[in-house]
């Protein structure tokens, strides 16, 4: 692409002007925080830390942190699931790939499936984007619960309140 000569800095593109219903930008810095407030509870020695929590589109994104080894959940999703894995490790038991540090897991729609995480396992910490709902299930399928973007947002609504914080401290995360 030929460089426009009278273009003072040609290495800046042309920036469209954001329109005026589009939302700001999420930028959290220290995405594996120090402050322990920040991790919101999900189960015992199970906590996740909100990236942005999408409710206009349903989906969100988070930090998974566990501190225990052995069953965490079975369950399944109607949408994709994409994870990374940044401490640690873990694996579905219906499968017989390990995911280590630094791996990428896609989850196909629909699968149902029990996370494990394994004794030697001091901490887990995966990067995890959730579509739609998560269907929590026992082993033969049968619905027990779920999660999804709303009540993702309640849990931090309560623990940020809970913790100091204060319940609007979630909204920065909400788009």
């Known amino acids: 692409m030929p460089v426009d000569e009278s273009d003072p800095n040609p290495k800046t593109p042309y920036q469209y002007p954001n329109p005026p219903d589009a939302l700001p930008e999420i930028v959290v810095q220290h995405a594996i925080p120090t402050d322990e407030r920040l991790w919101v509870p999900q189960a015992e020695n199970v906590w996740f830390r909100p990236l942005c929590l999408n409710a206009s589109q349903g989906y969100w994104m988070n930090l998974l942190r566990v501190r225990k080894s052995g069953v965490l959940s079975r369950h399944r999703h109607p949408q994709a699931v994409h994870g990374f894995v940044l401490k640690g490790r873990w ?35 995966t990067y995890f984007q959730v579509n739609g709902v998560m269907y929590y299930t026992d082993p033969w399928g049968k619905g027990m619960g779920y999660e999804d973007v709303f009540t993702k947002i309640d849990m931090c609504r309560k623990h940020f309140e809970a913790v100091g914080l204060g319940a609007d401290y979630t909204k920065q995360f909400i788009r």
Do not use: C, K, N, Q
Request: proline fraction near 9%; hydrophobic fraction near 30%.
């Open 91 to 125: 694996r579905y038991l219906e499968h017989d790939w390990e995911a280590t540090e630094g791996s990428y897991v896609f989850e196909p729609p629909g699968e149902t499936h029990t996370l494990y995480v394994p004794e030697d396992v001091e901490e887990m910490i």
